[in-house]
């Protein structure tokens, strides 16, 4: 089917200039189908302020892929551009005649014009339209972040003079400050998130070109094609949408992690769950190769749960897309539970799992409990004479690998037995999830979370086992901030904000991740931050139950121990404040007090004075 070739083109395939915008836009023709239409919100607004007749400028910004050309060329087609006028390479700016007499200027790709004083010519009108008087015309510029920056800068160096457009520009990517007024900016890289992928996955997956597929002989009878099937699960047609649901909270996690998705990537990693397997060419499905995969009973080689991952594809493939890479830094696959591995290989023949293992796994007869995974279990578990040869059990461990990923996507959310985020490297990512929502929402944030962040700081701070999680201890060694072990109490605060004063949980606005706050004193003075990513979430959380801050990540350590150095510094301030307002202060003698934690026999640690006179 000529649509199923053309979205195995969107795949992470070798040659991968498919994905650029002009090729789509040719193999659209070739093809001859309805195009992969995304719903864009910031379009909308492009294509208003256009319309509006408002002076200035447009500067579509964002990273490979974010479809900044595919913006640029739906403003020339809303305005009445020509598509074969668009299509072709000269002249690489194009003009335009808008309906109310004003002349838009379109470069598709700032980083095409090549030729230095074609990029000055640019560049100048671009600034007097934003800063001058050119009201006839407006341009429509997209370019990458660097790169817009980077040409303001050289120019700016060749004029002798700072550009005035390169700050105001640089201050609104870093969310800093607003562009001058009568330049829009539409900053794409800035909407790469859950609702990117769900309209993404809803595009391609309820694509009106599907309805060709009624009729195929390929799903005749028992037959089951794994393209259509896929193509069902992402839909939520076999689980009410919990598979997208769940893969939604693995891109929102990943992007609270710093990675970003780009609609490209988000384009490539649907196409390939549709049509991933590891037998197909390339690791795609096209229609032709059904067959072979049915009557080779190879069909769950296709498991969408794996083409998630890239397993599909060679590993070095994978690694190309940055997509696939952050995936793969939930472990989903590698990382288990003891409850959970329990259920793959013995749920079959354990009666006390059986129920669990015929709910949970063996109702899934295309991707769960085949007869390949249940002969390979059996295998295992009698071990015959290959099973004990080395490498003999592979075929099983494989098959268990691709059973985790499965589980992850399928345990219903209220399975007390079986915790999906267990079998990933973020076992708290669903409490970070619910913190996030909670404190978007306004709604008070759940007292397990709130206590474990109070326990973990406490324990990274002290380097000592306290299970406190009313307070939080500012402590030092006496000297090196550094100091992994520090039993003496600088300062302490309420891990709940009272009077101004304690831990307050809240939403960075310039990140939109969650931050820790910490106020010695009440006032925005006192107070120092500290940004939650995931990675540090589970940190604290790991440290809080148990785990040694130094087995678990030293990058986060080194991170804490920052932000208690900064306490340190900000509770010294506080006293020399405190020392200078109150005049008069009594002379303490020569006396020195130190607070030092101890820990009870409960592991609650309190600070106790120790009075030190200091003689002449």
Known sequence: MAWVRFLRSYGPIPN?????????????????????????????????????????????????????????????????????????????????????????????????????RQSDQTLGLLERSVLGSEDSTIMVVAANHGQILERLRDLGMRQGRVHPLRKPIQDSFLLAGSAPGRLAIFD?????????????????????????????????????????????????????????????????????????????DLLALTANMVLGHRDAKEGLLSCSEVAKVQDGGTTEGGSVYDNVFGANLPRRRANDRQVFRALAAFGIGAETTNGSDGLLVYGADDFKLANAFDRLVRADTVYGATAAYLSAQARYLEGDEEARLPGGAADFLERLESQRRRLFFTLPNNESDYAHWGMSAFNFAG????????????????????????????????????????????????????????????????????????????????????MIEVSLVSGGSGSVGFNLTPVRFEFLCRVAEGALPGSFSNECLEDMLAFKAKLLRKAELVRAASKADDDDADDDGGALTLNFIEIESSGHGFSRPVTVRIGL
Request: positive net charge; contains cysteine.
């Open 16 to 116: 991968d200039l498919n994905l650029f915008d002009e090729y789509v836009t040719r193999g659209l023709g070739r093809a001859k189908v309805r195009p992969i239409v995304l719903d864009s919100p910031q379009f909308a607004a492009m294509k208003a302020r256009v319309a509006s007749g408002t002076p200035g400028s447009i500067l579509i910004a964002g990273t490979a892929g974010d479809g900044k050309t595919y913006h640029c060329r739906s403003l020339w087609a809303a305005f009445g551009g020509d598509a074969t006028e668009w299509a072709v390479a000269e002249p690489i700016i194009k003009h335009l005649v808008l309906p109310d007499g004003r002349t838009a200027v379109f470069v598709k790709d700032l980083s095409e014009i090549g030729d230095e």
């Open 188 to 264: 794409l890289s800035r909407t790469a998130r859950r609702h990117s992928l769900v309209e993404v996955i809803a595009a391609v997956a309820a694509h009106p070109e599907w309805e060709k597929c009624s009729g195929c002989q390929w799903r005749e009878g028992a037959r089951i094609c794994p393209i259509f099937e896929n193509k069902e699960r992402l839909l939520g047609n076999r689980d009410g949408g919990l598979f997208a649901q769940r893969l939604g909270d693995l891109v929102e996690v990943s992007r609270h992690n710093g990675w970003h998705l780009p609609v490209r």
């Open 431 to 514: 409490d970070y999830l619910d913190l996030i929502a909670a404190l978007a929402e306004r709604r008070t944030i759940s007292e397990s979370v709130r206590g474990r962040l109070a326990k973990g700081l406490n324990r990274v701070m002290t380097g000592l086992l306290v299970e406190n999680f009313d307070r939080i201890f500012v402590a030092s060694s006496g000297g090196f901030t550094q100091s992994r072990i520090s039993v003496l109490c600088d300062t302490e605060v309420p891990a709940r904000r009272l009077g101004g004063i304690g831990m307050q949980v809240r939403i960075d606005p310039q990140t939109e991740r969650p």
